[in-house]
Nanobody, 115 residues
Framework: QVRLVESGGGLVQPGGSLRLSCEAH????????MGWYRQAPGKQRELVAA???????NYADSVKGRFTISRDNAKNTVYLQMNSLKPEDTAVYYC?????????WGQGTQVTVSS
């Protein structure tokens, strides 16, 4: 059984930074893509950033230049460094791990950007 454990969310002022982490536990092999999605109240879940096993990255236009996704394959962990945060970044952030053609989702972590 695979379990994703997210951490790093919280309340931050506009312009501040947060770093999210998501570690995969359990019998997980051949991790392919890893990524972060977010869902704000009343909105659909959207892709924030993704990274392939080879290190190629993809970002939503709204976060380009502010967010950085990275991964540590030895730790089965994906990170999201978020800088210059804006109120519109407020959402629940979910990590996604794709392994052996299966999708695994984290439980979600709240990020609130407010003064």
């Amino acid at each position: 059984q695979v379990r994703l454990v997210e951490s790093g969310g919280g309340l931050v002022q506009p312009g501040g930074s947060l770093r999210l982490s998501c570690e995969a536990h359990g019998s997980i092999f051949s991790i392919n893509a890893m990524g972060w999605y977010r869902q704000a109240p009343g909105k659909q879940r959207e892709l924030v950033a993704a990274i392939t096993s080879g290190g190629s990255t993809n970002y939503a236009d709204s976060v380009k230049g502010r967010f950085t996704i990275s991964r540590d394959n030895a730790k089965n962990t994906v990170y999201l460094q978020m800088n210059s945060l804006k109120p519109e970044d407020t959402a629940v952030y979910y990590c996604l791990v794709v392994a052996s053609e299966l999708d695994y989702w984290g439980q979600g972590t709240q990020v609130t950007v407010s003064s």
